[in-house]
């Protein structure tokens, strides 16, 4: 697991962005880890837990704004039902 604060106040800085979003539709998100792989980890809260959409929402939203502030994250994935 990856613990450099810099790098995980990045990916919390870029959830910061998108939260709104997910706020607005009665959900929110959290980070769980970066994984020695560059693997995010995010848990779905609220809404966003078992929205229809929400596999769009993880892949189109917060991993491309993840990725704009961090190219090296090879994905992220949501370990909500895990």
Do not use: F, H
């Not at 613990?3 to 959900?27: C, F, H, S, V, W």
């Not at 560059?38 to 929402?57: R, Y």
């Not at 993880?58 to 895990?82: M, Y």
């Amino acid at each position: 697991m990856i613990t450099d604060k810099l790098t995980l106040e990045k990916i919390e800085g870029a959830l910061q962005n998108i939260r709104p979003y997910l706020e607005a539709d009665g959900g929110d998100i959290t980070l769980v880890e970066l994984t020695d792989d560059w693997v995010v980890k995010v848990k779905l809260l609220g809404a966003c837990g078992d929205c229809s959409v929400s596999m769009m929402t993880l892949k189109n939203g917060v991993e491309t704004a993840i990725k704009s502030v961090l190219p090296q994250v090879k994905e992220v994935i949501d370990v909500t039902s895990l």
